[in-house]
């Protein structure tokens, strides 16, 4: 009996234990990152275009339009308490070779930090997109250079 009693108390002192890891972990949504865009190298006047995709309630949205003059302020946000979502961006520009696209597929939600989904930035023609630098609490940067 004392057997299945010390058996019984250890059971509910894991449970206890996991429980409050996860909510530990789950602590982290809802959440918002901020992600500012910026361009360089690029000759005035580069436009580029941006379509966004949500995943698993994680939601992505930003300007549809951009420039070498501005940042593009990018959000990225969610109330998914238990998933992540890989939420992405399809970017459209003009190079020497013409019109290109590059598509940023990121992973986001509770139980990460934004982050590539693929852990390296892509490889797009013309461009190179940099990695996800973290600026500040849920603040992050990224820079897109002309090749």
């Known amino acids: 009996?004392?057997?299945?009693?010390?058996?019984?108390?250890?059971?509910?002192?894991?449970?206890?234990?996991?429980?409050?890891a996860m909510a530990d972990k789950t602590g982290s949504s809802p959440f918002t990152d901020n992600l500012a865009i910026s361009l360089q190298g690029f000759s005035d006047g580069t436009i580029f275009?941006?379509?966004?995709?949500?995943?698993?309630?994680?939601?992505?949205?930003g300007p549809s339009i951009f420039t070498d003059q501005t940042n593009a302020p990018v959000v990225i946000s969610?109330?998914?308490?238990?998933?992540?979502?890989f939420p992405s961006m399809m970017l459209s520009y003009a190079t020497d070779a013409?019109?290109?696209?590059c598509v940023l597929n990121f992973v986001d939600g509770p139980w990460?930090?934004?982050a590539y989904q693929y852990v390296n930035p892509p490889v797009c023609q013309g461009i190179t997109v940099g990695a996800l630098v973290g600026s500040g609490s849920y603040a992050y940067q990224l820079?897109?250079?002309k090749q």
Do not use: F, P, R
């Open 49 to 61: 275009l941006a379509n966004y995709s949500d995943d698993n309630s994680v939601n992505i949205a």
């Open 98 to 101: 013409g019109e290109q696209t």
């Open 112 to 114: 990460t930090n934004l």
């Open 1 to 20: 009996m004392k057997k299945y009693l010390v058996w019984l108390t250890a059971s509910i002192a894991m449970v206890g234990c996991v429980s409050a």
């Open 78 to 85: 969610s109330s998914n308490l238990y998933q992540n979502g």
């Open 143 to 145: 820079t897109i250079s």
